[in-house]
């Protein structure tokens, strides 16, 4: 993806750590006939070398991409910043956010054991943020069956990219004042990119 310097952020850690935050990634694929895109909550390595996740079997985005390229998007908070908001004049509107973007090769996974798995994991995850512990039972045909309605995948990652767009291209003090006044706003995005930039500051 496009990154400019100041932009890029590399450190796989932080990588990581972003992309399990905002683990309801976007895959998307070259397809067969026309471009795919699928928006699907994804499991992530500490070392950001494999991702893994599913989707339903009669999503077509899978067909034929074994062993194909594909990219997987992850995107944090963003946000409108008024030129209103620097000190200088003749600024310009423009946007601040964060995401990461991973490719690799996908390969399908056909085995129940892997696939259960993957949800098992996924449902750990996301049951725990909720203060929750539900459970499949996969012994119940209930839910065993449902194995077969799903296509799982992993992706073995070759090249992963972080791009934190937090004004760090403006002096210190414009971002001190784009900070107060995502503050000031008070809307959970607002609030979000205001918290990375005075992180991206200190």
Not at 16 to 38: D, I, M, Q
Not at 178 to 198: F, W, Y
């Amino acid at each position: 993806m496009y990154n400019p310097k100041p932009f890029p952020v590399n450190d796989t850690e932080r990588l990581v750590k972003f992309a399990r935050e905002h683990n309801f990634g976007h895959l998307f694929s070259p397809g067969n006939e026309e471009p795919a895109v699928a928006s699907i909550p994804m499991l992530i390595d500490d070392e950001f070398r494999r991702i893994r996740g599913h989707l339903a079997l009669a999503n077509g985005l899978w067909k034929g991409q074994e062993g194909k390229k594909v990219l997987v998007l992850f995107t944090g908070p963003n946000h409108y910043i008024s030129p209103g908001w620097y000190e200088e004049d003749h600024a310009v509107p423009t946007w601040n956010y964060a995401n990461v973007a991973a490719t690799g090769h996908l390969s399908l996974l056909k085995d129940n054991e892997k696939k259960i798995e993957i949800l098992d994991e996924l449902t750990r995850i996301h049951e725990h943020n909720l203060g929750r512990n539900w459970w499949a039972d996969w012994s119940d045909p209930q839910y065993s069956g449902m194995l077969k309605a799903i296509a799982a995948f992993e992706i073995e990652v070759t090249n992963v990219e972080g791009k934190w767009k937090l004004s760090q291209n403006h002096p210190k003090e414009n971002c001190l004042n784009v900070i107060r006044n995502l503050e000031a706003l008070g809307t959970p995005e607002s609030k979000k990119i205001a918290e990375m930039m005075g992180s991206a500051w200190k």
